[in-house]
């Protein structure tokens, strides 16, 4: 049980997490701040915090649990905001979709305080965004990935795996270098391809008429090109060498498929897709059958 959350950021993914801290009983109060007023006034509307705070010092003032769910551009900023507020005994942690720039950032930002900050990374969302599409249930069986620093406390870290753990989420530990190609490859690529493929066909003359035929597949392949611009500008750029060494491996790939149909190579095409379809076929997510 914490006392105190300080929430930083009153949107989706730190909404979600009072909301389902507050479900499981494992929080008494929730100190909220966003930089709009009329958010954090309705954070207090949908009872995700129990106090409206005007800085994210406030927030964090008092809290034996802190939560950064800013833009990962945003978290150097407020980690030195908050490290004043912040003793031996809080546990710190972002949800940012990258880790080594979130890592470097806390290393400038928090200095003594490091040892309280393990970076986080739920691997959970919706392509809708803002407080009132917050869910306490949105981490629920979810993947959660801890990038501990070389001086993070092992008791913080045994706190936060008990935390997620205890939101039903599976935790899995790695460095943040491993964390960011990984996520390059599954994650970040995908949104990139997305957002390549909405802009490819709408930048055509028949376009919108291509759109207005398109179905289920194409709804769910490009689902996640409706996500917020300015979170996934932030991912993109803060993960960029490791999203440019997955494009080019996409690219090499597709590349192939394009000279084995220029070719009319049937026997070798179908090779490929099988293998593509055995593959999808075998893969878990997290853990389950998708």
Same mark, same amino acid.
């Given at each position: 049980?914490?006392?105190?959350?300080?929430?930083?950021?009153?949107?989706?993914?730190?909404?979600?997490?009072?909301?389902?801290?507050?479900?499981?009983?494992?929080?008494?109060?929730?100190?909220?701040?966003?930089?709009?007023?009329?958010?954090?006034?309705?954070?207090?509307?949908?009872?995700?915090?129990?106090? &409206? *705070? !005007?800085?994210? @010092?406030?927030? /964090?003032?008092?809290?034996?649990? +802190?939560?950064?769910?800013?833009?990962? %551009?945003?978290?150097?900023?407020?980690?030195?905001?908050?490290?004043?507020?912040?003793?031996?005994?809080?546990?710190?942690?972002?949800?940012?979709?990258?880790?080594?720039?979130?890592? &470097? *950032? !806390?290393?400038? @930002?928090?200095? /003594?305080?490091?040892?309280?900050? +393990?970076?986080?990374?739920?691997?959970? %969302?919706?392509?809708?965004?803002?407080?009132?599409?917050?869910?306490?249930?949105?981490?629920?069986?979810?993947?959660?990935?801890?990038?501990?620093?070389?001086?993070?406390?092992?008791?913080?870290?045994?706190?936060?795996?008990?935390?997620?753990?205890?939101?039903?989420?599976?935790?899995?530990?790695?460095?943040?270098?491993?964390?960011?190609?990984?996520?390059?490859?599954?994650?970040?690529?995908?949104?990139?391809?997305?957002?390549?493929?909405?802009?490819?066909?709408?930048?055509?003359?028949?376009?919108?008429?291509?759109?207005?035929?398109?179905?289920?597949?194409?709804?769910?392949?490009?689902?996640?090109?409706?996500?917020?611009?300015?979170?996934?500008?932030?991912?993109?750029?803060?993960?960029?060498?490791?999203?440019?060494?997955?494009?080019?491996?996409?690219?090499?790939?597709?590349?192939?498929?394009?000279?084995?149909?220029?070719?009319?190579?049937?026997?070798?095409?179908?090779?490929?897709?099988?293998?593509?379809?055995?593959?999808?076929?075998?893969?878990?997510?997290?853990?389950?059958?998708?």
């Amino acid at each position: 049980m914490f006392e105190r959350l300080g929430l930083i950021g009153c949107g989706l993914m730190g909404g979600s997490f009072a909301l389902a801290l507050k479900r499981a009983g494992l929080v008494r109060s929730v100190a909220g701040f966003s930089p709009s007023a009329s958010t954090r006034q309705r954070a207090l509307q949908l009872g995700v915090i129990d106090e &409206a *705070a !005007a800085s994210p @010092a406030v927030a /964090a003032t008092g809290a034996d649990l +802190v939560l950064v769910a800013v833009p990962v %551009g945003a978290i150097e900023s407020t980690l030195a905001a908050i490290a004043e507020q912040v003793t031996a005994s809080t546990l710190v942690m972002d949800v940012g979709s990258t880790k080594s720039d979130v890592v &470097a *950032a !806390a290393r400038r @930002a928090m200095l /003594a305080q490091l040892s309280s900050f +393990v970076p986080a990374h739920p691997v959970a %969302g919706k392509e809708l965004s803002g407080i009132d599409h917050a869910d306490a249930g949105l981490y629920a069986g979810r993947q959660v990935v801890l990038t501990p620093t070389e001086v993070t406390g092992d008791a913080q870290l045994v706190r936060a795996r008990a935390l997620w753990a205890a939101l039903g989420c599976k935790v899995v530990t790695m460095t943040p270098q491993a964390h960011d190609a990984a996520f390059a490859a599954v994650s970040h690529l995908p949104h990139l391809v997305a957002f390549a493929l909405m802009n490819a066909i709408g930048a055509q003359a028949r376009g919108d008429e291509f759109l207005a035929l398109a179905g289920p597949g194409f709804r769910d392949f490009t689902r996640i090109a409706a996500s917020e611009p300015g979170m996934w500008c932030d991912i993109l750029l803060g993960n960029r060498e490791q999203v440019l060494l997955q494009s080019q491996q996409l690219q090499r790939a597709l590349q192939e498929l394009e000279q084995l149909i220029a070719h009319a190579d049937a026997e070798a095409l179908r090779a490929q897709i099988a293998n593509a379809s055995a593959a999808r076929a075998q893969w878990r997510m997290g853990g389950q059958q998708d």
